[in-house]
């Protein structure tokens, strides 16, 4: 007979909080967790009394729900940013890479982000990690794993997808990834020719084909993340009915309308772009391509804008793994672009909390009392200080875990 798992109370008595939607500003609040559940989230500081009773009770000025990371891929590691050890970070042996994605998941935990959804990965890594993150007091970021993509051969994206030929192979492709992976990623344009400032080649897929992804994924239950940057690819992912956009560089408004009309997400990614941007030298970029850089990062905050204006549903990825782009750090940045569009900051902190969770049909994505407790502590509102969402006092998932990311009971 399995044993029953101890029960634990934790108190955690705060200043304020946001629970993925608004924040609760108007006086302290006390959250009541017990065996990792929300049973009561009441008004007041109720500490002493549940210290009395033998609760532990936690402290903190600012509570909110474990940060999502809706694009990342775990296998890759952002920090080298020479190009050379790019290369050969890829030619390991897959133990060694399964290990580089163990450590990228357990650094976005250490930073709060404790789900990350990992857009694609050759060897399957990211459904080992996933697998691995389900053990209670794992230290690793909860995955939703894309496992393999679907591309066209000869075409961008071998890193993380297969290729696919006519409609009965990606029909039989795609139901064969959906057995484990979480949602399907389509690759369906190449990447952004930053020395002309923009999508040069022609998306790898028509309307016809992607839609043929889309009915194979959703007829087995699973979304379509579409890797999509310039209008022609755009215009082929609205029309085929994808589930997100990601990246969605050179996007326009009256894609942003149809868009909001299907309820399709963006999730922007402007972290890999601005860091080409930030840092030219590492790539050699010159003055002529740094000018288009900003040009397009520009007008990318400028439909992010839009986007949050009209109602459209904006996730928060940062493309961790991508040269500059580290996993877990990298996710206050992106929000931080967000900030710099303009957008309010309840709206980006939705971004990175419910808005992801209600895209990947979590039954309740926000902080309230039936939930799994998944949160993060900080030393101070970020309404106040933005960059207190960088110094996490505690993050809690599966267990309790510190800041430095070390797991202990819960
Ligand atoms: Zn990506």
Redesign the pocket.
Known sequence: MPMAATPTRLAVVVDAWFDGERRHADGRTTFSVEDGRVIAIDRGDHGAALDARGWRVERGAFLLPGLVDA?V?LFLDGAPTDGAVRAAHLKQDVDRLAEAARAGARQALACGVTRVRD??DRHGLNHRVREEARRPGSGLAQVRSAGLGVKRARRYGAFMAMDVDDEASIRSAVQGLAADSDEIKLILTGIIDFDAGAVTDEPQFDAAAARCVVEAAHAAGRKVLA?CSGAKGLAVAVEAGVDSI?HGFFMDRGTLLRMRDRALAWTPTFCPVHFQWAEPAAVGWSPNTVGNLRRILDAHAEHLRRAHEIGVVVLAGT?AGSMGVEHGRALVDELQRFVDAGLPLDAVLAAATSAPRRHFGDAAPTLSPGTPFEAVLLGASPWADFAALRRPLQVWSHGRVGAAGTTVAP
Do not use: K, L, R, S
Request: aromatic letters at 0%; glycine letters at 14%; zero cysteines.
């Open positions: 694009h891929h857009a694609g890797h990601e493309d």
